[in-house]
């Protein structure tokens, strides 16, 4: 049992994977804390990437005082 469930959570995170490859978030490095938080939420989504599901992730860093 416990090996079917690893399995069937590789799977999911292998097609998450591959729909952030096809929206193009590997093309570029990640220069903000919302885009390498979209391309982990797009990979957790898994297949529901296929289902209507398009997470974005927005953060705000606060900015060093002057």
């Known amino acids: 049992m416990r090996r079917v469930g690893g399995l069937v ?9 591959i729909a952030a490859g096809q929206r193009g978030y590997y093309g570029s490095s990640p220069s903000n804390c919302a885009h390498a938080g979209t391309i982990v939420l797009t990979i ?18 606060p900015q060093p005082s002057s």
């Open 44 to 61: 957790a989504a898994g297949p529901l990437n296929y289902l209507g599901v398009n997470p974005k992730l927005s953060c705000h860093v």
């Open 9 to 17: 959570l590789a799977i999911w995170l292998i097609i998450g994977a």
